[in-house]
């Protein structure tokens, strides 16, 4: 993706994301969408983590002896980490479709995305059913 920022640096000229359909722009803005909705998981997962962990301290107070859980924060935790291996698997696979192609990077990018802004809305929701 630096070859295609570096070409857009020499073209001098902004890209409209709506009109220009050349495949250095798709590719460009299908990384710009990835990079925006990458944003919003980072600040979900703070704020969706720490509910997570103020979960536990509260029931940490009446834990009953014998319970063994893992809890919310350390599972959703587990959780996170296996969806990041799993988004980059997946997406690397949609990529395959324009194998060594110009428009490969804008399949990873737009799956990227999209498997992303889910991700976000399933830990805003994770906030709503607590």
């Known amino acids: 993706m630096l070859s ?3 070409l857009l640096l020499a073209q001098d000229k902004p890209i409209d994301c709506d009109k220009d359909q050349s495949q250095l722009a798709l590719n460009i ?8 909705a990458d944003a919003a998981l980072n600040r979900q997962w703070g704020i969706s983590y720490a509910r997570m ?3 536990d301290f509260s ?7 014998g319970d063994r859980s893992l809890g919310y924060a350390p599972a959703l935790l587990e959780s996170q980490r296996a969806w990041l291996k799993y988004r980059g698997a997946q997406c690397a696979v ?5 194998r060594g192609g110009s428009g490969e990077p804008m399949l990873y990018s737009t799956c990227m995305a999209g498997l992303t802004r889910d991700r976000t809305n399933f830990l805003a929701k994770l ?3 607590r």
Not at 29 to 36: I, V
Not at 94 to 98: F, R, S
Request: hydrophobic fraction near 40%.
């Open 59 to 65: 029931y940490d107070k009446d834990r009953r002896e």
């Open 29 to 36: 803005c299908a990384d710009e969408a990835f990079q925006a």
């Open 4 to 6: 295609a920022l570096l």
């Open 127 to 129: 906030l709503e059913d």
């Open 94 to 98: 949609e990529g395959q479709y324009m």
């Open 53 to 55: 962990k103020a979960l």
